[in-house]
């Protein structure tokens, strides 16, 4: 069964840091590009971070790029977003997706950026 499982969201100031885990079963993160997307409060859905498979080249939203990282560990079968400067506006409910027979999403982390 396909599953993916969204952790490391918090409560954290502004220019500060975090890091975003997601935990993958029933597949291998390898296999497939993995992203990042993040609602924000009364705002549509949106794009953030892609990781392709094979190669692992990285594509991030104009937003974000500079300031996140999203990795991926094949041994943990684990996607990764490493957030740094992270501002107010970056305040989202966090999810990661995947397509694999249709769309797969997380359940999401919140990340709330305020001093």
């Known amino acids: 069964q396909v599953q993916l499982v969204e952790s490391g969201g918090g409560l954290v100031q502004p220019g500060g840091s975090l890091r975003l885990s997601c935990a993958a079963s029933g597949f291998t993160v390898s296999s497939v590009f993995m992203s990042w997307y993040r609602q924000a409060p009364e705002k549509e859905r949106e794009w953030v971070a892609q990781?392709?498979?094979?190669?692992?080249?990285?594509n991030y939203a104009d937003s974000v790029k500079g300031r996140f990282t999203i990795s991926r560990d094949n041994a943990e079968n684990a996607v990764y977003l490493e957030m740094n400067s992270l501002k107010p506006e970056d305040t989202a409910v966090y999810y990661c997706y995947c397509y694999l027979g249709g769309p797969r999403w997380g359940q999401g982390t919140q990340v709330t950026v305020s001093s």
């Open positions: 990781i392709s498979s094979t190669f692992g080249n990285a």
